[in-house]
Structure formats: C-alpha cells, structure tokens
Nanobody
Framework: QVQLVESGGGLVQAGASLRLSCAASGSTFSRLTMGWFRQAPGKEREFVATITYIDGDKYYGDSVKGRFTISRDNANMSLTLQMNNLKPEDTAIYYC????????????????WGQGTQVTVSS
C-alpha cells in the first residue's frame, strides 16, 4: 500500500554531514506522518525524528537534537534528514517509516518501512 525507498547513506568521518532522502509512493504522502529510525547491530531500534502531516510539527530524539533536521516535500512525496556534525555513535542503518496517524510521538505506530540505508561514521 505504501512503498518507501531510502538513499544517501555512506561512510564519512566524524564531524562530516550527510543528507538522507526517502521517496514515497502508493499512497497520499500529504496524509502520512513520516519518521526516521535507526538501528545498530545488536541494539534496539531507536527513534530519530518525525514530522506530522497536519501542521508539520517536528520531534527529535535527544541524541540528535540540534544536529539533525527533518523536512518533507509534499509535492514531490519525499522526506529528508539532514545530519550535521556526525559522531561515531550515529553509525547505524537508518530507516524511513510512515504512519497514517497525525502524531509525531515516538510511540506512534509506524506500519510502513523502507529497506534502510547504511550510515557509518569513523573516528
């Protein structure tokens, strides 16, 4: 019903920047809350950021607040995560996700997920 494709991951040094993108299809993007999550090997999936579809309210995890910025382009049905001042602890697979609920709370159910894109930050 909803297809999500991430891109933009890579290998960078600490302090560098990356911009991740997520292209959505198969549904009305303007009526989806979008989010970014990440997961490192052996660790639980972690909330990164979300943006709602009604007011565009943004929410960030404490570990990325002030460094990452989430945005959306409803006309092009795309989601972006601008990551600045990357740290080795940011290394993970980053997943784009979509919810039909108009809530940016980290606990909001996300039913649709992309395949993930690898971000590796070296020291």
């Amino acid at each position: 019903q909803v297809q999500l494709v991430e891109s933009g991951g890579g290998l960078v040094q600490a302090g560098a920047s990356l911009r991740l993108s997520c292209a959505a299809s198969g549904s009305t993007f303007s009526r989806l809350t979008m989010g970014w999550f990440r997961q490192a090997p052996g660790k639980e999936r972690e909330f990164v950021a979300t943006i709602t579809y009604i007011d565009g309210d943004k929410y960030y995890g404490d570990s990325v607040k002030g460094r990452f910025t989430i945005s959306r382009d409803n006309a092009n049905m795309s989601l972006t995560l601008q990551m600045n001042n990357l740290k080795p602890e940011d290394t993970a697979i980053y997943y784009c996700a979509a919810s039909k609920l108009n809530s940016g709370r980290p606990t909001t159910p996300y039913h649709y997920w992309g395949q993930g894109t690898q971000v590796t930050v070296s020291s």
